[in-house]
């Protein structure tokens, strides 16, 4: 589980986890390969390693979350680490100033890894530079949900062996999406193909320059396709109309088994969660055990965020100084 040493500071040269753009295919690998190694432990009986013992972690959730936080506290725990969950969603704070504030008050706590969840985009950033701990950006407004992306990859990784050549469709709410847009850099940088099948009014502007090939039909989309990615409609992020009527997104953009059949036979299907059963998925398909990876995406989620607390404590724990 330590595996890595000096090379692991070489192979992952950074102090905090903001984004998956810019990371290098070696770090990533990296990170996937400790995190398998994080799958075999967390199957084991003993399930707990003590390398962050003495450590503390704090959770620091301005938006709701399940899976994310839960998994977090999950990981810092089964590695020996004190967690502590600070929940301040409905603050009324303005939003740089609580930031600031809360910044340093914990760096009077002397916490050693902070996870950040935050409605304004940059929000993660913004607190690495004031802080003297690690950040790991656990989702900053429609920026970036890197922990996602990289659960995802293990996820393909395991059940397909591989990532490059792979075509992926991610479906559904593009616009309002951190979890696409970490997932575009990673499987693109990772040699995977990646198309975004969405309605016009749910495509950003501009998002053929991240790589994609842009869908808005959805069974064109499919077509062929390794992997369906589906998103959760963000209906808290929209300030307008950007459909119709939730029935007929289901019609045109919700995935039934009538539309999967465009995609290759043994198309695996997944979904950040939590989802709109209904409304981007359909109940029967989301729950397809022969094809459905959305629970093995939860196992996946806390052997990635393990591996992350690994490789970031890496120099508190006497390895090579690392660069920023
Ligand atoms: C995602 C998020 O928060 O961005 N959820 C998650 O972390 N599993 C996706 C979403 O909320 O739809």
């Not at 792979?166 to 479906?171: F, H, P, W, Y």
Request: proline letters at 4%; a neutral charge.
């Amino acid at each position: 589980m330590q595996s890595g040493g000096d090379s692991g500071a070489m192979r992952f040269p950074h102090r905090h986890l903001l984004a998956i753009e810019g990371m290098t295919p070696d770090a990533i690998g990296f990170l996937l390969d400790l995190a398998d190694s994080y799958v075999d432990l967390g199957r084991s009986a003993e399930r707990k390693s003590t390398l962050l013992r003495g450590r503390t972690l704090i959770n620091l959730f301005f938006e709701d979350s399940t899976r994310t936080r839960t998994s977090f506290e999950l990981a810092g725990k089964r590695m020996g680490a004190d967690v502590i969950n600070m929940s301040v969603s409905g603050s009324s704070v303005a939003k740089g100033e609580t930031l600031l504030d809360t910044a340093m008050t914990l760096n009077a706590m002397h916490v050693d890894v902070l996870v950040v969840r935050h409605a304004a985009s940059g929000a993660a950033k913004l607190l690495s530079e004031k802080l003297d701990c690690a950040v790991i950006n656990a989702g900053d407004g429609t920026h970036e949900h890197p922990t996602q992306a990289l659960l995802d990859a293990l996820t393909i990784r395991r059940r397909l062996g591989r990532l490059s050549g792979l075509t992926v469709a991610i479906c559904g709410d593009i616009t309002h999406s951190r979890v696409a847009r970490s997932n575009i850099h990673l499987l693109g940088t990772m040699g995977a193909r990646v198309r975004v099948v969405a309605p016009p009014t749910l495509l950003p502007t501009g998002i053929e320059r991240l790589g994609v090939d842009v869908f808005t039909d959805m069974r064109e989309g499919l077509k062929g396709v390794d992997i369906v990615m589906m998103l959760r409609l963000q209906q808290e992020r929209m300030s307008g109309a950007f459909i119709p009527s939730i029935h007929e997104f289901f019609r045109y953009w919700g995935l039934t088994y009538d539309k999967l059949a465009a995609a290759h036979p043994d198309a695996l299907i997944m979904h950040p969660g939590p989802m709109n059963r209904g409304v981007e998925i359909d109940s029967e398909v989301a729950d397809d055990i022969g094809r459905s990876a959305i629970r093995e995406q939860v196992e996946m989620g806390v052997a990635v965020r393990m591996a992350i607390l690994d490789a970031l404590t890496r120099p508190l724990r006497g390895n090579q100084p690392q660069a920023a």
